[in-house]
């Protein structure tokens, strides 16, 4: 066989390999033989660069499932490329996300396709802004969403993720009457009431938002239950309280994942970025599942082709963080994984 014929031929594969994973139910405006070509390629060069790809649920079911390796929410992944062989790491989340993989991980190269993969949790506070905090509230500790900077989880003591963020502030509450929670003004009200606290009084909170979770209308809840009689509705612990006061569940993405796995409801209501809803669809095909998401633009600014384009040329994509900053950084997060476990 020539070499066009054995392209043809591992495009094929590549198309019936992504067919198996439910894809073609979603390629709507990028047909499938473009993406079994992004995907084919991207698979090549990340094995002869020795490469491992980590992929957020938010990211497309084209990048999960087509060329992640290590796949599920920001603590999954945090805690899976601690144990990767790989020597570099390619980020498919946000910015964040990679430099606590780097953190974790010093020696190996880390890189984010796409350089406007931010998130406004992460830029609505400064390491300036937490040392302020500190002054005004000596001795309280300051529990971290790990949304945020490295700069901003050098000046913490613990650092949580939706995983476990409920489960450590309980911790915390053991040994402090009062606890610092930042960035997520939302997800550290709701938590501290899911605890018996009360904000303001036993939670000092930043005003730090989600741009994706903070716009969700309680009231469109009301109408799904109408149309959808049995309806289960979740939502992400970033929502307004008033919204989390609507749903059934509140939690991380890995839990809600977890909870339409293991119940059997006539409808699920996912209220969070769409990326999640569409994975549920393609790993529970029969299951009911009712559009209600937004897309996160920073999340949304990686897609295959930034992938392959960082392939080709790493470099300037690369993730640093200077090393003093890095070490207290760490400790905070490796606080995270002792308290979580
Ligand atoms: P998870 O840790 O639940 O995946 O959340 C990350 C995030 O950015 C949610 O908006
Ligand atoms: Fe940040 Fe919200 Fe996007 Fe998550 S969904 S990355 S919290 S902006």
């Not at 894809?23 to 990340?46: G, Q, S």
């Not at 450590?168 to 003004?185: C, G, N, T």
Request: hydrophobic share 45%.
């Amino acid at each position: 066989m020539d070499a066009a014929g054995l392209m043809t031929g591992a495009l094929n594969e590549e198309i019936k390999r992504l067919t198996g994973l439910g894809l073609h139910r979603r390629c709507v405006e990028e047909d499938l033989p473009r993406v079994a070509a992004l995907t084919l390629e991207i698979n090549r060069l990340k094995r002869e660069r020795n490469a491992v790809i980590c992929a957020h649920v938010y990211q497309t079911p084209e990048i999960i499932l087509g060329v992640g390796d290590l796949t599920g929410d920001s603590y999954k992944l945090a805690d899976d490329c601690r144990r990767t062989a790989a020597d570099s790491i390619i980020f498919c989340g946000v910015h964040f996300m990679a430099e606590t993989a780097k953190i974790l991980n010093p020696s190996k190269k880390v890189y984010v396709p796409s350089a406007n993969a931010g998130c406004s949790l992460s830029e609505a506070i400064t390491a300036a802004d937490v040392r302020k905090l500190k002054a005004e509230h000596p001795g309280l500790p300051v529990v971290t969403y790990i949304n945020t900077s490295a700069e901003v989880k050098a000046e913490s003591d613990c650092i949580v993720t939706s995983a476990n963020a409920e489960k450590i502030l309980r911790r915390m509450y053991e040994a402090h009457d009062k606890v610092i929670f930042i960035p997520d003004r939302f997800m550290g009200a709701n938590l501290a009431r899911a605890l018996g606290k009360t904000p303001g009084r036993d939670i000092i909170l930043w005003t730090g938002t989600c741009i994706v979770h903070e716009k969700f209308d309680p009231e469109l809840i009301k109408v799904y239950r109408r149309r959808y009689p049995g309806l289960v509705a979740l939502a992400h612990a970033e929502c307004p309280t008033e919204l989390i006061n609507a749903v059934d569940y509140m939690g991380g993405t890995g839990d809600m994942m977890r909870y339409v796995e293991n119940t059997d409801a006539a409808a699920y209501l996912l209220v969070t970025e769409c990326g999640f809803g569409e994975l549920a669809r393609l790993k529970f095909p029969k299951k009911n599942f009712i559009a209600m998401c937004r897309l996160c633009p920073y999340m949304k600014s990686i897609t295959l082709a930034s992938v392959l384009a960082l392939l080709k040329d790493p470099a300037p994509k690369e993730v640093t963080v200077p090393a003093a900053v890095a070490a207290r950084a760490k400790t905070a997060i490796e606080k995270m994984f002792e308290l979580a476990a």
